[in-house]
């Protein structure tokens, strides 16, 4: 099934139609999303009033950190293992994008958090920290990718890092975890059900199904990108050496 | 798999790091400048530096396996040592350790020594429980130099990687200094503390070395 998908020219056929696809639905969703979530769902008083409007970014961009990282993971594991190009151009592409949602989902958070629990930053918050140590970790694979002087040699050391990365994630989780947290426990993905209300509910799935379509959509312009970037490279030696 | 360049390599580094200079005093040195520094920033409270004193030695202990662990596969990568040793047929990741392993025991082991007496200037109760202290700053030392070490093999071919190795290694350190800085305080979770410090440290030990493999291949290409 990688394989399949390995093959540059099929990605570049089919991204030409998905990725335009996912911005149309993502606008869609969002917006809807947003929408209802800023102007028609009622405010929240437990939650700290309409600050909690931002739940409908926050939470999303926080699913977004976390899938983001161990999709870059999963890439780096393909190309590590079955060396295909295009595994390796998604990984590349992720971890900007990720440290992008992981920094909005840090952003919103502290400006969630100053109203409601009156601090910006809590050390000893469990899923702040982890968030912040994914930053660190999107922001060190891209430093180490930047800092090898061939693409292969960039594509290797990257994907050892991210493997680690992603081993070491359930640690930092846990150890993390030893900390109490500010944060309510989970209230969409529980045993019995989402405990939210659906008035809530419906506009933050939707959000959330923006935003991942959007990120893929984001992804896929990226590795497109990278391709023309490598083809330009290739059609310019190609030009040299013919004189 | 024959031990001799595995034993070449544990012998180089422990070379390495008492060379140079002031040898094994230099790492000390830095952790002790380090651990000074501190009390001269944030005042000099007894009862503040009592309560921040261990978690210091925590800080200066990683900064310190830091700076150390800059050099420790980028000269063998400049001078061709890694090749032959990647030629001898001995896991990589056995060389690697050992490599690491040396260079904790010239510069980590001696930092957890050092630490009671920081410990003491800290303004801590002179216990047996310093001694404990020692043990699990040891302890924790060691899975720091492995992670660091997964980052100075990913950089050795870097040049100014020392920065590199500090971005890459610090989120890995993260479990260790929690479970370490835990283990020190007598809040609840403390008692079990030492025991996750060292799985952390088991950790570091299984699956570093594999990874610093895979690392220092990629640096001999």
Redesign the interface.
Known sequence: MFSWFANPLRFMRLSNWLAPLCYALAVLLIGWGLWQGLWMVPKDDYQGGDIMRVMFIHVPAAWLAMASYMAMAVMSFIWFIWRHEVADIAAKSIAPLGAVWTAICLATGSIWGKPTWGTWWQWDDARM?SVL??F??F??YM??RA???TRQ?AA??GA??A???A??VP??K???D??TSLHQDSSVLTADGPKMAAVYLWPLLASGLGHTLLFAGLTQTLMRAEIWDRRTAQANAKLMAEG | MRPAPILSAFRQALGEAWAGGAGALLPLGFFAGAAVLVPLGIGTDPQTLRAVGPGILWVALALSSLVTLERIFQADTEDGALDLWLQTGAPASAIAGAKTFAHWLAAGLPLALLSPLLALMFQAEASTDLLRNAALYALGGLAFYFWGGVGAALSATVRRGGLLISLIALPLYVPTAIFGALSMTHGPGSESAPLFLAASTLFALAVAPFAMAAALRLAAD
């Open positions: 920290m140590f994914m660190f970790l922001l060190g430093a180490l800092s090898m002087d040699k290797r050391a050892i890092l493997m680690v990365g081993i070491n640690l930092i846990f150890s993390v030893l900390f």
